[in-house]
């Protein structure tokens, strides 16, 4: 699994616990793919859920939409890197799952589902 090169917390902020629907795996094993409605949005749409393993030991989860804020494609299939951000394949610019001006929501696991928690 991927070392990062420094830790940012996440820095994306819900008012309440979001549900993440439809879990799918991706081809990659640390990243899932799935539907939530985030903040700002009326209707559920495609998220990304990153897992990483920290230096502590522990497994975090991030989620963030699918849609690169740029021209909307899809970057679930992106490679995370060791400077936190996804390159979208588009047009390489970078996306901040881990970095320090990250957007990204702070995700749990419990038993088969996944919840973007307060942060
Ligand atoms: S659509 Fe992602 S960088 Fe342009």
Redesign the pocket.
């Known amino acids: 699994m991927l070392t990062l090169d420094k830790y940012y917390p996440a820095g994306g902020q819900v008012a309440d616990e979001i549900k993440l629907a439809d879990l799918k795996t991706t081809q990659r094993e640390d990243v899932l793919f799935a539907m939530a409605k985030l903040p700002y949005s009326s209707t559920e749409k495609p998220v990304v859920i990153y897992r990483q393993l920290l230096a502590n030991g522990e497994i975090e989860y991030r989620t963030i939409s699918a849609k690169?804020?740029?021209?909307?494609?899809d970057?679930s299939l992106d490679e995370l890197k060791p400077d936190g951000n996804v390159y979208?394949?588009?047009?390489?610019?970078p996306i901040c799952i881990f970095s320090e001006y990250n957007r990204a929501y702070l995700t749990v696991k419990r038993g088969d589902d996944f919840y973007i928690i307060k942060n």
């Open positions: 690169c804020p740029h021209q909307g494609a970057i979208c394949s588009l047009h390489r610019r």
